[in-house]
C-alpha cells in the first residue's frame, strides 16, 4: 500500500524560505522520478519540480526556477523541496509524487494515484 506523507510547510513573509519534505512507502522511490505538484484554490495541480530517480537531475517550472531547489535521500525514501524568495503566489497546497518531466511541463505519472493530504504555504506579502 503507497503511503505519502508531505510536512514542513506554513506561514512565511515574501522573501523568505520554507523547505518541504515528503516520506513515500510502498513504492520503489529510489527508481522512480519524483516531484511537487501545487494547486491553490480555484486552479488546477501543476507540477513545479521533478528530479530523477538517480538525483543527478532537477527539472522546474519556469514560475520556481531560480528559486525552488528540489532534492532526495533515496536511502530514507524521501523529496524535499527548498523554496527561497517565496512570492505570495507561491502561496497553494503542496504535494508530492510520481513524476514526468516534459521540455515545458511536469506532470504526473500516469499510473500515480496515491496522492497524500498535502502541506500548505502560505505567503505573505
Known amino acids: 500500500q503507497v503511503q505519502v506523507e508531505e510536512s514542513g510547510g506554513g506561514l512565511v513573509q515574501a522573501g523568505g524560505s520554507v523547505r518541504l519534505s515528503c516520506r513515500l512507502s510502498?513504492?520503489?522511490?529510489?527508481?522512480?522520478?519524483m516531484g511537487w505538484f501545487r494547486q491553490a484554490p480555484g486552479n488546477q495541480r501543476e507540477g513545479v519540480a521533478c528530479?530523477?530517480?538517480?538525483?543527478?537531475?532537477?527539472f522546474y517550472s519556469d514560475s520556481v526556477k531560480d528559486r525552488f531547489i528540489i532534492s532526495r535521500d533515496n536511502a530514507e525514501n524521501r523529496l524535499y523541496l527548498q523554496m527561497n524568495s517565496l512570492k505570495p503566489e507561491d502561496t497553494a497546497m503542496y504535494y508530492c509524487?510520481?513524476?514526468?518531466?516534459?521540455?515545458?511541463?511536469?506532470?504526473?505519472?500516469?499510473?500515480?494515484?496515491?496522492w497524500g493530504h498535502g502541506t500548505q504555504v502560505t505567503v505573505s506579502s
Open positions: 509524487g510520481a513524476c514526468v518531466a516534459l521540455p515545458s511541463t511536469i506532470l504526473p505519472a500516469s499510473d500515480f494515484h496515491n
Open positions: 510502498g513504492v520503489r522511490f529510489d527508481v522512480t522520478s
Open positions: 528530479i530523477t530517480a538517480s538525483g543527478g537531475r532537477g
